[in-house]
DNA sequence: AATAAACTTAGAATTATTCTAAAAAAGGCT
DNA sequence: AGCCTTTTTTAGAATAATTCTAAGTTTATT
């Protein structure tokens, strides 16, 4: 066992050859890449995979909450190194996508009036705009 | 000009005949309809419309701020009402997107960490769960 | 080893949305 | 009203991200 496979552990689930890949891969891609834009990683290296199975190990990992799903608009999925809680700004200058914190000690509840004891198990949020 | 055509002005939009009717329909469904179920109304009302028309409304329509998109995940997208600020719930037990309005005095900033000085053009919150 | 379950794969299928190019409608002007 | 320009609508084709299928491969279990 290499001396960095530990993170490469998800909690029940099998890793893999390929969702080790995919997950490093995404690890080393900070800019929230698509499913295609990890998929032509994959060709780049030693033991390429098919698209279907970069779509598998991706569900695979947001299923396990080891990664995040990033809709902006109808634009394909993109995907999140980032498991925390947190927001997504799309800069309309760059077109980049940013990770947004919340701010500590705050939580959605602060700001949305949901009815008592509502189950929240997912959430996503995307700002548009631009950074000054 | 009919009592209720007040309603169906939009600023800077031309309201034709088919943006008025999409815009009536949107406003009588209040359960977050696509743009294939606003055009299955359309087929029933006495001037059908084409689905591109249907789309080309909605785009209109919401790039002047009259109604709003909702994506969940990579559902098809669906069209709300409600122009005001608000977020969505994706009920899990039902299917149902309900509105959530924000506290009053209380903004996304309050919560989340942006850049002094970002410039917020729009946003989507979406929250999945369960009502008790 | 044998069996069963989980995973990967190539390629086909799906489908929401967008595009194209032509007809129709609306608006402006005289 | 007529003429011209711009916008909108339309049917149908095209696009493309994602999912599905069914067969092979790997992994776990007995
Ligand atoms: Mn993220
Ligand atoms: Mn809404
Ligand atoms: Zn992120
Ligand atoms: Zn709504």
């Known amino acids: 066992m290499k001396a960095n496979d530990q ?3 998800v ?3 099998r890793m893999t050859k390929q969702r080790k890949e995919v ?6 891609n900070a800019d929230h890449p698509t499913a295609s834009e990890l998929y032509e990683t994959m060709q780049k ?3 390429p995979m098919s698209l279907a199975t ?3 190990c991706l569900e695979a990992l947001v299923e396990h909450d080891a990664i995040k799903q990033v809709n902006v608009d109808r634009n394909p999925t ?7 809680q947190h927001g997504h700004f799309h800069d309309q200058n760059t077109g980049t996508i940013h990770d947004i ?3 500590p000690g705050t939580q959605l509840t602060d700001i949305l009036d949901l009815p008592e004891g509502t189950e929240i198990t997912d959430f996503e949020i995307t700002i548009k705009g631009r950074l000054p």
């Not at 997950?23 to 080393?28: G, K, Q, S």
């Not at 993109?78 to 925390?84: K, L, M, T």
């Open 54 to 56: 970069v779509y598998n």
């Open 23 to 28: 997950y490093r891969a995404l690890m080393e």
């Open 45 to 47: 290296s030693n033991d």
């Open 78 to 84: 993109r995907y999140c190194q980032n498991a925390a």
């Open 11 to 13: 909690p029940g689930l």
């Open 7 to 9: 993170q490469l552990q």
């Open 101 to 103: 914190n919340f701010k």
